[in-house]
């Protein structure tokens, strides 16, 4: 069983990421504040993390390096979530570590493709 965790400050859009993934049989975790994703990352040990990178608090790049400097947590495959997608902002992303940028409105066959390849589904549960 797949679990990821999900860090998203709007309400809207977390409560369809976490309502598109439960459907599909995936474990959710979520919160909407960065400075609880390390915390959480260690309770619950996800394979993926969609992280938005505009938090109140801490942001999506900050929380990323306190992911990345928690040892534990090194193979953890960290997705950004965001409507900043020209070339610029992916080439940041890239740069700043993380494993790949999940576009803003989020399209459910992204969200699909995601996950599949972070949490090594294939094509079940999460392909239909």
Do not use: W, Y
């Not at 929380?63 to 900043?84: C, I, K, M, N």
């Amino acid at each position: 069983m797949a679990t990821v965790l999900v860090v998203e400050d709007d309400p809207k859009s977390r409560k369809l990421l976490v309502d598109v993934l439960s459907a599909h049989g995936i474990v959710v975790v979520e919160t909407e504040a960065g400075e609880q994703a390390v915390a959480l990352a260690r309770a619950h040990a996800p394979q993926l993390v969609l992280l938005d990178i505009h938090l109140p608090g801490i942001d999506g790049f900050a929380t990323l390096q306190r992911l990345r400097e928690a040892t534990d947590l090194a193979p953890l495959a960290v997705v950004a979530v965001t409507a900043s997608v020209m070339s610029g902002d992916r080439a940041r992303l890239q740069q700043a570590g993380f494993d790949g940028v999940l576009p803003k409105p989020v399209r459910l066959e992204a969200l699909r493709g995601v996950v599949r390849t972070h949490c090594n589904l294939g094509q079940l549960p999460f392909g239909r």
